[in-house]
């Protein structure tokens, strides 16, 4: 036939093209033999280097044979077939633009190359799906087999390897496809038969299940790309969309790979139309069908799972149509809301394994929540309130007169139950409004009722409730008012009763009604069936949405509720239960969850964690939150990674941003941070680019945290640091200024240097450019009174000290510049000021910022010389003395064997250190103070300021007064000895709570330097931990847990003060002395050993704590004893107490603690040993129900042969507490011989060895009592007589200098004690 003469019509099935269906339709003539197919394909090789792809048109038959006896021919004729068919449509691809593009194209070409065109598909597809389906049938054989050499049976059986071959034919189809290849039909309209053919062999091979392994990942992108192109130049959309919904109906393995096809087109292809239509199919499915079809219900339910999480945005706008199907059994959202909350509940069980599944199936539940990939409470109010007034009018616009005479009040109140309820849960909890008077004063309570009948069958229920809680509060004694209980309940009880209520109706009537709701039977509006059942339906979909709506947002706050909860155990002493904790906020942030990011601040203190796995946890949580941010350019990555790094830096406190230095110095090491986020940090701080003063502030913050990783992120630009960031402008930007010098600062090592060092510590000239900006910024800044000033000045001569050569001269000439302006400003108001005036005055901020900056050099200057000089000088020593040994050489080998050994003992070295360090000392004690040096100027005038609170009121300058004395007092030991006093009269009596603060931390500081001098001065220190100032007591939580946990303070019964704070108001005070007994009680038995002196003062009647406040602190102290035997003693020593103890509630008290310890058998013996201490306590209430506690516990645990003496423990408490210690005499009398003769032998034992303690020492009753006096309770009247009568007064009126001195006299000054002694072999500074 000739090629010009027929027409190629693709067939439904092969056996089509052998029998003639129409005019002019190509048939194949002959099928030839097997033996004949490899020299016709010979033949159409031959053809087609002359005639190109047209050569199909004459040698169609020979592929069509091969096709038809493909299961029986030799493989490696296969392969011929395969890769000269893929050469011919390649070839066809590359001619056809030309031939396309050729407007002289006639007619009978056209047809010949379409016919060609057809004809090559149709022969590589199909050839494809036979490969395809020989392939799987070799998998199947392959399973009932097993074992190894799968792959290369199916090798053997194709004769090469099909999945590598897969990919490029469904390139060469795509890249065809890709042509303008419509132009070949008639109308350029594609013929639909065609696509079908391309397409249908994309779905074939789809249903294959291997296709989800990730070894055909590439074949799986191709048919995704190929489907893609029809569906944007072939009009495929209606096809694809039922192909898909039934392929999710039989294939349990497609919904992951559908969802990453359908995910393509959407976001590479813009179809994402295709969303909604696939999403519509499945929502027009029939609940009822799907309940049976479980496993179409699973593919459509694994489908939208995971297309929500891939593509949210598009899926959203369709989640509508979807929300009939959210009252079906696939999606029982009540249960979900019920586990939920039981989750919730379950965080606070005492097992810590509990705890953790519940932290974990609540990440489960919100990885897998069936609302929306963002939770914040927040924004879903807006949609739910919008939705539901929506809501309400469409139910106020359905109400029509007819409809309200025909429905029963009943059911009325049960159709507008649900948005009430919704609309009232809204307004209680959101703060009540300040609204006008809803009722009149001549309002009776009849007719404000049927108000709010009226307001209800309109619809209004805002209005409704706002005037129902006003009618409570004016008709309390008018019914149905009265009794009402303001919560959810009783006011929904109480609209249900007015809205039922006949008589409220009648006078609703009455009143000034709406004429839309007095319907009359006369006039009855019936709308059309048709326009009727579609308003229904829109209602019942508006209320789903809502009902959808609301269960979202009780699931955010469940979810908010549990944030809370599970933040408080983030500082859990089980591992486990802290990495899980992490996760869940990592979960939770990515939600959008806005509490998430307290969280997440609040985990960055767990990177100093000893636990390698907890540390690891936070790092991989931040690398999860802020180093893989989203965007499509390097770029965009950078500006959300900075974005997302700034937010916590807002408003961040100083130990939050050491955390986060600490985390970006590990990134930086470890090359995670891109190069693109410094180079934006660096236009962004140099405003290379638009930003706002404080974005650029955080910038340098950033650089600054990333140069303690590489100091050369910094090091490399210093100029332009400085000459950006310290230049001259109108107002300075002390902000921006103090960031600079601390980003400065992390190119240098601020440690000590170390012995082995060779290399001189870097620094720089005095004559740099830093240190010009640094001094002119500070004595210019110095006479404006602005707040930022002072904070800027301190890191600036931190700096100066830290990198300059020579500092001291530096900082000399700030201070000398300050002096001098302010004692110009002095002399000028002394010419300005009227003789007949008082003395001239200073502004108090100049005298406040001198004394300020006078502190700061001080403090520095001791930094310096005992850090960098003595480092230096060190460093200079080593040098020297290996240049002395090289050239000594072999003269110094017949040394002496002491000289010898004291070298290799260390002693030469330590020697020296001694020399050095009392160098340094001496120039600290006897020079720095001196008459002749800087800072001795300042001395007299920081100290009148401070002698004199009345003269110098100001609560700043006080603050800064207090602050540099304590810095003074730093370098010197005899300056320090000469003005404690004055420092703790100041911490103790001033009234400004910062002074108290600052002076804490500042004696804290003088402990460890001056340990024997401030000892005497502990009790001091441990009375600022009951300061009325929340500042103050959690300063002096913070320096005493450093000060007992360094042991630089002795450890005494004012430890107790300590556990007061476990009951203090301030969570984080109670957290702060929580950690602190935590951590001491991993220092031996330090806890056991402190706590007779602990219970002994918080349960003393006169300066103890309450009885339920003593529980909770006891109940956490006990909780640290685990050994058996401190349980053994301690039960000892408690019952020993009892014959001490003098009135009940000290009774209750031991009685209690008893309880709360661990007991065991041996426990228990050593009560019955010393039954007789607390037997005739025993008729009190609670201290009986406290001991039947700890027979509960022992019973518990106890094995069969103790049970007996657990019974007989049992038998003594009940006798004792029915009728005394005669009762247990008379049990006793009961029993047998030798159990009287153990019971009286015992007691007298303890009663001998307990002979001393019968007299008690009036000073503390709990305390193991000395011998009596004659005069006991003189001492201690009198001692706490001088504690009272110590009182100092701070009035500005009082003019006279001895009445404004604060110092304490010298009978309240403590006497010097016995010095703390070290293992150490530190050497005392006093």
């Known amino acids: ?169 469904l390139q060469l189809l795509t890249q065809l496809l890709q042509l303008d290849i419509r132009h070949l039909w008639n109308h350029s309209i594609i013929e639909e038969e065609f696509v079908s053919l391309v397409t249908g062999c994309c779905y074939r091979l789809l249903e294959n299940p291997t296709i989800s392994h990730q070894k055909n990942r590439s074949t799986k992108e191709a048919i995704a790309h190929l489907l893609g192109v029809a569906l944007v130049r072939y009009n495929h959309m209606l096809s694809a969309t039922v192909k898909i919904i039934q392929m999710l109906q039989h294939f349990e393995h497609l919904p992951s790979v559908l969802v990453s096809t359908v995910g393509l087109w959407a976001t590479d292809y813009g179809m994402k139309s295709i969303v909604g239509e696939i999403v519509r199919e499945i929502g027009q499915k029939c609940p009822q069908e799907l309940s049976r079809d479980t496993a179409g219900a699973k593919g459509f339910a694994a489908f939208l799972t ?23 059994e696939a999606l029982p959202l009540t249960r979900f809301q019920a586990v939920v909350a039981l989750a919730v509940g379950r965080l606070a069980d005492k097992s810590v394994l509990v705890c953790k599944n519940a932290i974990q199936l609540l990440a489960s539940f919100l990885a897998n929540n069936p609302f929306s990939c963002k939770l914040s409470d927040t924004d879903l109010a807006g949609p739910l309130q919008k939705e539901i007034q929506k809501l309400q009018e469409m139910r106020a616009q359905r109400r029509t007169p007819a409809a309200s005479a025909a429905l029963e009040p009943e059911e009325e109140w049960e159709a507008m139950l649900p948005e009430l309820k919704a609309t009232l849960q809204q307004l209680l909890k959101l703060p009540r409004e300040e609204v006008d008077e809803q009722i009149a004063d001549a309002e009776t309570a009849e007719e404000v009722k049927g108000r709010i009948r009226q307001l209800l069958a309109r619809a209004s229920y805002k209005q409704a409730i706002i005037l129902a809680q006003e009618a409570t509060s004016r008709f309390q004694e008018s019914e149905p008012f009265s009794h009402t209980e303001p919560e959810e309940n009783g006011f929904l009880d109480l609209l249900g009763i007015i809205f039922k209520d006949p008589a409220a109706s009648t006078q609703g009537s009455r009143g000034d009604t709406d004429p839309g709701l007095t319907g009359s039977k006369d006039s009855p509006s019936v709308p059309e069936p048709e326009g009727c059942q579609r308003n229904d339906d829109e209602l019942v979909k508006q209320e789903m949405l809502v009902q959808y709506l609301q269960d979202a947002y009780s699931f955010s706050q469940k979810i908010t509720e549990a944030i809370g909860i599970i933040s408080k155990m983030m500082y859990e002493n089980t591992t486990t239960v802290v990495q899980e904790v992490i996760e869940f906020f990592v979960m939770v942030f990515q939600f959008g969850v806005p509490q998430a990011l307290f969280g997440v601040r609040r985990m960055l203190p767990l990177i100093w964690s000893k636990e390698p796995g907890v540390r690891e946890a936070v790092l991989n949580a931040y690398r999860q939150l802020y180093l893989s941010p989203k965007g499509d350019s390097a770029r965009a990555k950078a500006q959300a990674l900075i974005q997302n790094l700034s937010l916590l830096l807002v408003d961040a406190s100083v130990g939050t941003i050491q955390c986060l230095e600490e985390i970006l110095c590990e990134f930086v090491q470890k090359d995670e941070i891109k190069p693109a986020v410094i180079q934006l940090l660096w236009e962004r701080a140099t405003e290379k680019v638009p930003c706002s003063p404080l974005e650029r502030c955080s910038s340098v913050m950033l650089l600054g945290m990333m140069a303690r990783g590489k100091p050369e992120i910094v090091g490399s630009n210093l100029d332009t640091l400085v000459s950006v960031g310290l230049a001259e402008a109108s107002p300075p930007d002390y902000r921006l200024a103090q960031q600079v010098c601390l980003t400065i600062a992390n190119i240098s090592d601020r440690r000590k240097p170390s012995l082995g060092e060779r290399h001189p510590p870097f620094r720089l000239p005095q004559e740099h450019r830093l240190f010009e900006r640094l001094q002119e910024m500070v004595t210019k800044g110095f006479a404006h009174p602005d707040p930022l000033w002072i904070p800027f000045k301190e890191v600036a001569v931190t700096l100066t000290y830290q990198l300059a050569e020579g500092p001291e001269a530096i900082c000399a000439q700030m201070l000398q510049g300050c002096a001098k302006q302010a004692l110009e400003t002095l002399e000028k108001s002394t010419t300005e000021a009227d003789p007949k005036e008082a003395a001239p005055k200073l502004p108090t901020f100049l005298l406040m910022n001198l004394l300020s900056l006078a502190g700061d050099v001080a403090l520095q200057q001791l930094v310096h010389l005992e850090q960098a000089v003595s480092g230096e000088l060190c460093r200079r020593r080593v040098l020297r003395e290996e240049q002395e ?207 007779p002196d602990i219970i002994s003062r918080l349960s003393d009647p006169e300066g103890g704590v309450e009885e339920e406040p003593f529980h909770t602190i006891m109940k956490q102290l006990l909780s640290y004893i685990t050994k058996d035997k401190q349980t053994e003693s301690l039960v000892e020593k408690l019952c020993q107490r009892f014959r001490t103890a003098r009135t009940e509630r000290q009774f209750r008290d031991l009685a209690y603690c008893m309880a709360q310890l661990p007991l065991t058998d041996r426990g228990l013996h050593k009560m019955l040993d010393n039954f007789d201490c607390f037997g005739d306590k025993l008729l009190d209430e609670s201290v009986f129900s406290a001991f039947l506690s700890v027979v509960g516990k022992l019973r518990r645990g106890a094995k069969p042969e103790g049970k007996a003496i657990i019974d007989e423990f049992e038998q003594k408490l009940r006798a004792c507490h029915t009728r005394g210690m005669d009762g247990m005499e008379e049990l006793e009398s009961g029993q047998g011989g030798s159990q009287r003769a153990l019971s009286t032998k015992k007691p007298s034992a303890a009663v001998s060895r307990l002979q001393p303690l019968t007299s008690v020492d009036s000073d503390n009753d709990f305390v193991t009592p000395k011998p009596r006096r004659a005069k006991p309770r003189r001492p201690c009247t009198q001692q706490r007589k001088s504690r009272r009568k110590a009182k100092v007064v701070f009035s500005s009126d009082e003019s006279s200098e001895d009445e404004l001195s604060a110092e304490m006299t010298e009978e309240e000054t403590p006497k010097r004690t016995t010095p703390i002694r070290r293992a150490s072999g530190q050497r005392h500074r006093s």
């Open 1 to 169: 036939m000739s090629p010009h003469n027929f027409e190629f019509h693709l067939p439904l099935s092969p056996e089509e093209l052998l029998k003639s269906g129409g005019v002019n339709h190509y048939v194949v003539q002959e099928v030839l033999p097997i033996k004949h197919l490899p020299s016709q394909l010979r033949a159409f090789q031959s053809a087609f280097r002359t005639q190109g792809p047209l050569a199909i048109l004459e040698h169609f038959d020979t592929v069509y044979s091969i096709l038809h006896h493909f299961r029986s021919i030799d493989p490696g004729l296969k392969e011929d077939t395969l890769e000269f068919l893929k050469k011919v449509v390649s070839r066809h691809s590359q001619e056809l633009p030309s031939i396309l593009d050729n407007a002289a194209l006639s007619g009978s070409d056209r047809s010949a190359h379409l016919n060609a065109l057809k004809m090559n598909c149709y022969a590589l597809i199909h050839l494809l799906e036979s490969f395809e389906n020989l392939t799987s049938r070799t998998s199947l054989i392959d399973l009932d087999i097993g074992g190894k050499g799968k792959k290369a049976r199916a090798k053997a059986a194709l004769g090469f390897d099909w999945e590598e071959e897969r990919q490029p034919v």
């Open 306 to 328: 995971e297309l929500a999480e891939r593509i949210p945005a598009v899926l959203m706008s369709s989640m509508c149509i979807l929300l009939e199907h959210l009252d079906g």
């Open 885 to 1091: 040994h090289g050239t000594k050489g072999s003269k110094d080998k017949s040394a002496s064997s002491e000289s010898a050994m004291e070298e290799e003992l260390g002693l030469v070295g330590a020697t020296a250190d001694d020399t050095e360090a009392e160098l340094i000392r001496g120039i600290c004690e006897k020079e720095l103070l001196d008459g002749n040096q800087v800072l001795a100027a300042f001395v007299p005038l920081l100290l009148k300021v401070c002698n004199s609170p009345g003269l110098y009121s100001n609560p700043e300058l006080s603050a800064a007064a207090s602050l540099a004395l304590g810095k003074f007092c730093m370098i010197s030991a005899p300056f320090c000895d000469s003005q404690l006093r004055l420092l703790f009269t100041m911490l103790e009596k001033s009234s400004l709570p910062t002074v108290r603060s600052n002076l804490m931390v500042a004696t804290g500081d003088l402990a460890i330097r001056f340990p024997n001098l401030v000892d005497p001065w502990t009790p001091h220190l441990y009375a600022r931990l009951r300061d009325p100032a929340e500042q103050v007591r959690r300063t002096a939580g913070l320096v005493m847990t450093h000060l007992i946990l360094k042991d630089m303070v002795k450890v005494k019964g004012q430890v107790s003060e300590m556990a007061v704070l476990l009951i203090d108001p301030v969570p984080q005070i109670a957290a702060l002395a929580k950690n602190f007994f935590n951590e001491l009680s991993h220092k031996g038995n330090a806890i056991y050993n402190l706590l």
